[in-house]
């Protein structure tokens, strides 16, 4: 069993939707981050967060550390936020990531 | 600031052939970090480095190598290629105090070994 499991792997979305990914972890950690992939492309770190709750325009991360339980929220979804979504738990003073698989989100106009 | 780069974009090797992967930052960084991303799986740690002089293996460091013999430079070198190497390669680096803080990702490195 992975260390870091997310769901849903896929998502398909109409633009507009409210979505929602989710993770889960099983090990004491530091902080979790939520990462951004497009296509092709980098890696944009969106969040990083050890308790409660955050936002960023359209985005909000949550998380419940006795649950070890996050979640990444897109309000009003746009095709542009298409991309890989990943989720990474912190452990130890080194700043090592365990990253979960992804979720692939394809927003449809 | 041109932030993490990485050089170059696209390789195909050969068997056994060598090669090493540059990373730079400008940020002034303590940590530096390399990951490879397989289809379908999550990125793992190859090896890390926490400063100048100081690096340590990650999770799968097997085939590979590091050295830190400056702030801004973490290169990985790749000794007698294998087609398992063949990979997505992300150069990161943060800031840290000890506790958690933000990775930025340099662009990748995609390497195909036949």
């Known amino acids: 069993k992975n260390e870091v499991e997310q769901s849903p792997q896929n998502l398909t979305a109409q633009e507009g939707e409210f979505i929602t990914i989710n993770c889960s972890y099983s090990?004491?950690?530091?902080?979790l981050h939520w990462l951004q992939q497009h296509p092709g492309g980098g890696i944009v770190s969106l969040f990083m967060?050890?308790?409660g709750k955050k936002k960023h325009g359209r985005l909000i991360a949550t998380i419940n550390i006795q649950e070890k339980h996050s979640s990444l929220h897109i309000t009003a979804s746009h095709p542009r936020d298409s991309a890989v979504y990943i989720c990474a738990v912190c452990r130890g003073a080194t700043n090592k990531l365990i990253f979960g698989t992804g979720t692939l989100l394809a927003v449809q106009p | 600031n041109a932030g993490v780069t990485q050089t170059p974009k696209f390789r195909i090797l050969k068997i056994g052939q060598s090669m090493t992967l540059q990373c730079a930052q400008d940020?002034?960084?303590?940590?530096m970090y390399w990951y490879r991303q397989d289809p379908g799986m999550g990125l793992k740690l190859i090896y890390y480095s926490v400063g100048a002089g100081i690096t340590d293996k990650g999770e799968v460091p097997n085939g590979y190598n590091v050295s830190r013999s400056t702030t801004e430079d973490f290169p990985l070198r790749l000794e007698l290629a294998a087609p398992s190497q063949t990979s997505v390669y992300f150069c990161?680096?943060?800031?840290?105090?000890?506790?958690?803080?933000?990775?930025?990702f340099g662009p990748g490195t995609r390497l195909t070994v036949l």
């Open positions: 990161a680096s943060s800031y840290s105090s000890g506790g958690a803080s933000e990775q930025f």
């Open positions: 940020m002034n960084h303590n940590y």
């Open positions: 090990v004491g950690i530091s902080a």
């Open positions: 967060l050890s308790s």
